[in-house]
């Protein structure tokens, strides 16, 4: 069991380059499987949930080689092209890995079952699994609608329209994966949008896919099937996820001032830092551009009065990873920080709401829990967290990472347990917030 002791700090300073995006460099790998040819992908997330997907990939015969640190190339054979039977792909804790995965299977003639760590074993697939049937996957289900399963797909898919209740990405991207074998139309609606990511990749490779805003103010996208994928190479911005930790912590933290570099400023991934300036945080964007379809800009942020607002449902969608270090910048907030509509964050690496609450209310600060929102009832800019406590991380590099970053503004030391997992996202986590000032002690 690795921990990490948390002391308090202050004066956090300099600027950080966080990894590369973990949405973006799994779909590199997956969408670049789809290509004809060779592409170049650098900055690729080097986590242990983009390297399970690399292998799974390898186990169905796509040829990915790694260059150099954060450099990979990856030999596509085109559209349903996966091969193999009997084929185990083990994705280790990543859900983006699997369920993205399962719809690229469904539109090749590949057989493979998917399995995972404890964490991922428990994560439901129900909606993933039923759309994929309607596209003409055979799927077996050994365990209730959770991993592993079995599933044989086949190498032209029938298009389908598909309305989701949620607005999931994952599910969203696994139907369009499984379209791209289809003749025909796949359509997808949403009740609000939900990330892009996959969208724009396959625009830029030449896929012919739409998104409109319907009279009921539902989103509908739409893919014609059998594209030509060309061969172009990848720069994958730095992630707002990863990012979100050390901009919090230079919020919360007394005389700080930190800069993030290259970060991802897609519209559907930057609500958290719209959620920040709500709240009064002093956060700047500078030198915006546009690489491979995505927004990226310098991220700026410095020590400031935070105040508590109740953040739009609407908006869940496009930081729902975010909410539990929003809750961190909620404990130094005047006020109450409400959160609504953030029920998904039940089916995560753990129940998230619990964890944020549970955790938060050993430290002293008023949390309520209901099954879709959470309250937190800040302490204000002078209010104090003085209990010696630990954190149990259940196997949730975001949980780790959030309670981490409280431990930066607490009188006594916080330590978190379980801290290995903070690899599935973010590598040398612990080593880029000390060069900022975070007083980490590994034990």
């Known amino acids: 069991m690795n921990s990490i002791i948390s002391h308090k700090s202050s004066n956090l300073s300099g600027e950080m380059i966080v990894p590369g995006d973990k949405s973006i460099s799994h779909r590199s790998l997956i969408i670049g499987s789809a290509v004809t040819g060779k592409i170049i992908v650098n900055n690729l997330l080097e986590s242990e949930d983009v390297l399970a997907t690399a292998n799974a990939l390898r186990k169905m015969g796509v040829s990915i080689n790694k260059l150099s640190n954060n450099k990979w190339e990856v030999f596509g054979s085109g559209i349903g092209s996966l091969s193999g039977i009997n084929n185990i792909l083990d994705m280790g804790n990543s859900g983006t890995g699997a369920r993205l995965l399962m719809g690229l299977v469904a539109g090749s003639d590949v057989e493979a079952t998917f399995i995972g760590d404890q964490s991922l074993s428990k ?70 949008l ?95 551009r546009e690489i491979n379809g995505e927004l990226i800009a310098d991220i700026s942020a410095e020590t400031s009065k935070l105040n508590g607002i109740t953040v739009p449902k ?58 879709n929102s959470m309250v937190v009832k800040g302490l204000g800019p002078q209010g104090q967290i003085n209990q010696n406590i630990e954190i149990n991380s259940n196997l949730d590099h975001r949980i780790a990472m959030s309670f981490l970053c409280l431990g930066l503004i607490s009188e006594k030391p916080i330590k978190v347990n379980d801290t290995d997992t903070i690899k599935s996202s973010f590598p040398f986590f612990l080593d880029k917030m000390k060069k900022i000032g975070a007083k980490f002690e590994q034990l």
């Not at 996957?137 to 898919?157: Q, R, V, Y």
């Not at 949620?166 to 139309?185: D, F, N, P, R, W």
């Not at 029920?343 to 949390?367: H, M, P, S, W």
């Open 123 to 192: 994560r439901p697939m129900k909606r993933i699994i039923s759309p994929l049937i309607e596209t003409g996957a055979t799927i077996e289900n050994f365990n209730n609608d959770t991993l592993p399963i079995k599933i044989k797909g086949s190498k032209i898919t029938l298009p389908i329209e598909y309305e989701s209740t949620v607005a999931s990405a994952q599910v969203k991207s696994s139907i369009l994966l499984a379209g791209l074998s289809s003749i025909g139309t796949t359509s997808i609606i949403e009740p609000s």
């Open 314 to 371: 609407l908006r869940a969608a496009s930081m729902i990873d975010e909410y539990p270090i929003l809750a961190i910048a909620a404990v130094k907030a005047e006020g109450d920080t409400i959160m609504e509509g953030i029920e998904e964050l039940r089916y995560k690496e753990t129940d998230r709401i619990k964890a944020v609450c549970e955790g938060l209310q050993k430290v002293g600060v008023k949390t309520i829990e209901t099954h």
């Open 194 to 288: 939900s990330r892009d990511h996959t969208e724009r990749m396959l625009k830029y490779f030449g896929a012919k896919i739409e998104t409109i805003k319907l009279k009921n103010s539902k989103w509908k996208i739409t893919l014609d099937g059998i594209p030509t994928l060309k061969p172009l190479d990848i720069n994958v911005p730095s992630d707002p996820s990863s990012a979100s930790f050390p901009i919090v912590s230079a919020l919360i933290t007394p005389n700080s001032k930190v800069k993030v570099m290259n970060v991802c400023v897609n519209d559907l991934r930057t609500g958290l830092f719209k959620t920040l300036i709500e709240m009064g945080a002093n956060i700047k964007f500078t030198n915006s």
